[in-house]
């Protein structure tokens, strides 16, 4: 269900329009351009996001985007509530899968506790989560363990476009990586990363809000899930 239109709140900052490669002001780059051999690519550009499983208060956002003319608004009003984009691919079992979006939250609000991507197996649940917690931004991961494990936190930046990209090395034992705008920040190393059934379900937006998380909002664009690195071009 999309809810268009609705829950809209006042924020000081909006995202800026870049050519995402140098963070400066540029001209439009097309969605997907040289990723068109990727296990998914999507820029949101399709005003029905029909390529996407949509749930809670999503929508387009046709401009001041990193890519193309459109990116995806998602919206949360209430502590434990979800807006978000869903995916599910091919099960990957073996080898290499990363995953690369753009992310822009807004100041204006406190930062408790919410996802930006979720990528995991199905039906178990078991993966990774990339958050922000407390003005942080975490990697998590509860591929087996079902507890899960947060890995070192960084600072988390506000009203900009991050690019941020998750490499895993889908094994027993495995590796997860994460970047942003193209420099490590965090990783696991020699644990199972080889949850049941493989990694299937890809979601974006605000997949997840922890009890006491305030109104919230964020934007996504240029979602790619590739079987080799990505990077922020």
Same mark, same amino acid.
């Given at each position: 269900? @999309?809810?268009?239109?609705?829950?809209? *709140?006042?924020?000081?900052?909006?995202?800026?329009?870049?050519?995402?490669?140098?963070?400066?002001?540029?001209?439009?780059? %097309?969605?997907? &351009?040289?990723?068109?051999?990727?296990?998914?690519?999507?820029?949101? &550009?399709d005003?029905?996001?029909?390529?996407?499983?949509?749930?809670?208060?999503?929508?387009?956002?046709?401009?001041?985007?990193?890519?193309?003319?459109?990116?995806?608004?998602?919206?949360?009003?209430?502590?434990?509530?979800?807006?978000?984009?869903?995916?599910?691919?091919?099960?990957?079992?073996?080898?290499?899968?990363? @995953?690369?979006?753009? *992310?822009?939250?807004?100041?204006?609000?406190?930062?408790?506790? *919410?996802?930006?991507?979720?990528?995991?197996? @199905?039906?178990?649940?078991?993966?990774?989560?990339i958050?922000?917690?407390?003005?942080?931004?975490?990697?998590?991961?509860?591929?087996?363990?079902?507890?899960?494990?947060a890995?070192?936190?960084?600072? *988390?930046?506000?009203?900009?476009?991050?690019?941020i990209?998750?490499?895993?090395?889908?094994?027993?034992?495995?590796?997860?990586?994460?970047?942003?705008?193209?420099? #490590?920040?965090s990783?696991?190393?020699?644990?199972?990363?080889?949850?049941?059934?493989?990694?299937? %379900?890809?979601? #974006?937006?605000?997949?997840?809000?922890?009890?006491?998380?305030?109104?919230?909002?964020?934007?996504?664009?240029?979602?790619?899930?590739?079987?080799?690195?990505?990077?922020?071009?």
């Amino acid at each position: 269900m @999309v809810l268009a239109g609705c829950g809209r *709140f006042s924020f000081d900052a909006q995202p800026a329009h870049t050519d995402g490669a140098s963070g400066d002001l540029g001209s439009v780059r %097309r969605d997907c &351009e040289g990723h068109e051999t990727a296990l998914f690519c999507d820029g949101f &550009e399709d005003a029905a996001l029909a390529a996407w499983q949509l749930t809670g208060m999503v929508s387009q956002m046709a401009s001041d985007t990193v890519r193309g003319n459109a990116a995806l608004l998602a919206e949360t009003q209430t502590s434990q509530q979800t807006s978000h984009a869903l995916v599910d691919f091919a099960a990957v079992t073996s080898g290499t899968l990363n @995953v690369r979006g753009w *992310f822009f939250v807004p100041s204006g609000h406190q930062i408790v506790h *919410f996802d930006l991507l979720d990528i995991k197996a @199905v039906p178990s649940g078991g993966g990774l989560a990339i958050l922000a917690y407390q003005d942080e931004l975490v990697l998590y991961q509860n591929t087996v363990t079902p507890d899960g494990v947060a890995m070192q936190a960084i600072a *988390f930046p506000v009203d900009r476009w991050l690019c941020i990209e998750l490499q895993l090395q889908v094994a027993d034992p495995g590796s997860a990586t994460l970047l942003l705008d193209g420099a #490590v920040v965090s990783s696991f190393t020699g644990i199972d990363m080889l949850p049941a059934n493989g990694f299937s %379900r890809l979601t #974006v937006g605000i997949p997840w809000t922890d009890a006491g998380q305030t109104p919230a909002r964020a934007f996504t664009d240029e979602v790619v899930l590739d079987t080799k690195p990505i990077g922020c071009n």
